[in-house]
């Protein structure tokens, strides 16, 4: 009788903290989508997405599925490739700027995989066959930078894996160069989390 009351104990504690931890979301959203990015070089800033924050910000569900969109991953269940695109949110300076990165792999589904991709420097392309390529499009000045047309590219690694439902990955210290390399930017960092199954990918 004793056990069954500590069990019962435990069982109601457990309800009311979880209670409390949903009263102290503004939202309610389950593994909100995010990204950090800090950008110098060329282009300088520093860009964070909060699905979570931007949802209560805008004050009803409705904006949670424009929010999903600053996140997304172009690939069918039966790639081998995909392509992440982050977006900043609406307020920002750069708004209509876009940090994407390509993965090539030779298995299905890599957003169910844990992996470091390398950076490859152009001419290596046609010599690889899993690789990341990254690129900054800067709309202000037309420009999109490119991590394959830096040398030093190919010391690179992209960190990809998955934790639960969430596909996250980092980027540091890549140099990225448009075509002619008389342009350079560096991100510095870039950190991001965001749901597949939100773009109708499975494990």
């Known amino acids: 009788m004793k056990n069954l009351k500590l069990t019962l104990i435990t069982f109601l504690m457990a309800i009311i903290l979880i209670s409390c931890e949903d009263s ?18 060329d282009v300088s800033t520093e860009i964070t997405f909060d699905e979570d924050k931007l ?14 969109t600053y996140l997304a991953i172009t690939a ?13 949110p609406p307020n920002h300076p ?4 876009v940090i994407s990165i390509q993965i090539k ?17 152009i001419n290596q392309l046609v010599n690889i066959e899993e690789y990341a390529i990254v690129n900054y499009w800067n709309d202000e000045d037309r420009r999109d930078y490119v991590s394959f047309y830096r040398f030093e590219s190919q010391n690179h690694k992209i960190k990809i894996w ?15 160069a448009i075509f002619n390399g008389s342009r350079i930017v560096t991100i510095e960092r870039l950190d991001f989390e965001l749901r597949p199954e939100d773009d109708d990918l499975t494990d």
């Open 55 to 68: 949802v209560a910000v805008a004050g009803g569900q409705d904006f949670e599925d424009e929010a999903s």
């Open 24 to 41: 102290n979301s503004p939202t309610g959203i389950l593994n909100p989508e995010k990204f950090t990015a800090i950008v110098v070089g």
């Open 76 to 88: 069918t269940n039966m790639d081998a490739s995909m392509v992440i695109n982050l977006y900043p």
């Open 162 to 176: 998955k934790e639960g439902k969430m596909l996250k990955g980092e980027i540091r210290g890549l140099k990225l």
């Open 94 to 97: 750069r708004s209509n700027d």
């Open 105 to 121: 792999s030779n298995t299905p589904k890599p957003w169910t995989r844990d992996k470091e991709y390398t950076t490859p420097y």
